[in-house]
DNA sequence: CGTCAGGTTGATTAGGATCAACACAGGTGG
DNA sequence: CCACCTGTGTTGATCCTAATCAACCTGACG
C-alpha cells in the first residue's frame, strides 16, 4: 500500500521537495509554484495520458509508480521510463504526448496547468535549470538502458532492473553498506517483460535461475531479498 | 568528402547557425558565444572523448558524424547516439564524460570551454531554453531508439536506421516529396550493428535481404537508394 | 465454488549470434 | 608492375538464447 499522502498538504512537507523540480526552488519560488499546483489521484492499472492526447498538464509523480510506454504498429510494447516518486511526467513546450503513461499502483500527482507552468519556467531560472538537470539525468538514465536493451542477457537485465529499484527505493542516504537489502517490485512479470525487452515468461524463468543460484531469494510474488547486492551487480554485466 | 569548413567564419555564415544550440540567440547573445568558441577537427576514426576524461570543452557538430558509445565491462558495445551537424556534445554541469564519443568521419567541432559555457547559460536564457528544448529532443530519440532496442526485428532496424539517416541528411526543408532518395552511409556494418544491438554479420544479411526484395539499392558499400520511401517506412515497424 | 489475473514450468521453434571462408579495394613496398 | 597485406563486406553452416505455444498452479474475490 501507498503512503496515503493528503492533497491540502504544503510543499514544506511534500516528501519529494527536495528530489522533484522545485528541488532549487527559494521560499518565493515555492509561493508561485503552490499557486498552480493540484493535486490528482489514479487508481493502479488506469491511464494517466494516452500519446496523442492534448496535455493539460505536467507533474511530478509524489507517490507510487508510473511507467511511460510506446505501442509498435502491430502491438508490441515497449516501456520507455519508469516512474518513481520525484520524477517528471509532460514535456513543456509540447501539447500532444508522445507516448502513453499508466499509473502501476496508486499514484499521486502534483500537477501544473501547462501553460502557467510554461510561463513559470521562463522567467524562473531555477526552475528552468532544474528542468535542464532532470532532462539530462533521464537522457543519461534512457542511454543506461540503451545498452541494456541492445546489449545484454536476460539474465544481466533482470539484474539490473533489480539494482535500479534497490537504487531509488531504499532510503537515499542510508547506504546500507555492505550486506544485503529487501525491496518490493512495483511491476508484474509482464510490466518488466515490457521495461526489459523480454517475454513474461523469460522473466519468470530468470527469477526462478536467480534464485536457484542463491543470487536473490522471494517472498510472495512482489518481495525480492538480496543477500548480497555486491553479487547481484556482478551479474548486471556493466563495469 | 566532408564541406571544408573555415575555422574563422563568423557565426552568421555558420551551416548549423539554425538549428544548433545557438539557434535562437540574438545578435547580443552570439557575440557573447562567438567570443568563447573555438574550433577543432578531429580524423575519422580518431577519439572526441574517452568515457571518464574530464571534459574541458562543450561543443556543437559543425561538419562529419561522430558516435556517442558504452562499452559493457566485457567489451560488448552499445552506441546510444548517433552526432550528426548540429548535435550538442557533452553536459554543462557534469566534468567526467559518461561515454566515449568517437569521429566516425573527419568532424569539426565547434567548441566552447565548460566553464564559460555554464556562465553563459546561467545568464542567458535563450541559451538555456534551446539547451533543454535540444536535451528533450534527444530524449525523445533516445526512447524512440529503446523502442527498436527492445521490441524491433533486424530488417526492421535496418529500415528505422536508413529512414533516420534519410531524414537528417536530405536537406530539411526540401520535403523531396513523393518518391524516392539517395543516401550516403555514414557508418561502417560493424558501426551500424553497434547502434542497432546486432552483429555485423547481420547487417550485412540485412541489407542483402531488402535489396534482393527491392526495398533499397546499393552503390558501392556506402551509397544507398531508396526508390520508395513509404515503401521502406512500412519496413520499419512504427505506427 | 467458480472465475480470473498473475505466475511458473515444460516442449518446441526461430531469429540472430557465432564461427568460418572468401571477395574485393586500396595501399605499400620490393 | 606485381605481390602482399589490411580493412571492409558478403555469404554459408551451425549453435544457442529467448520467443512461442501450452499446460498448470495459486490466491483473491464475487
Redesign the pocket.
Known sequence: METLFLASENCSSCPIRHRAVCASCDADELTRLEAIKYYRSFEA?QPIMWSGDRMEFVASLVSGTATIERLTEDGRKQTVGLLLPSDFIGRPGRDQALYDVTAVTDVTLCCFRRNEFEKLVEDTPHIAQRMLEMALDELDAARDWMVLLGR??????IASFLLLIERRTVAPGVAAMGAGSRIA?PL????M?DYL????????????KLKADGVIR?EG??GVIIPDVAALKAEAGDG
Chains 1, 2 share one sequence.
Do not use: C, Y
Open positions: 492499472g545484454k542477457t536476460a539474465r544481466e537485465k517490485l508484474t512479470r509482464e510490466a517483460s525487452g523480454l517475454t513474461l515468461e523469460t522473466v519468470s524463468r530468470q527469477f526462478s522471494l510474488k512482489r
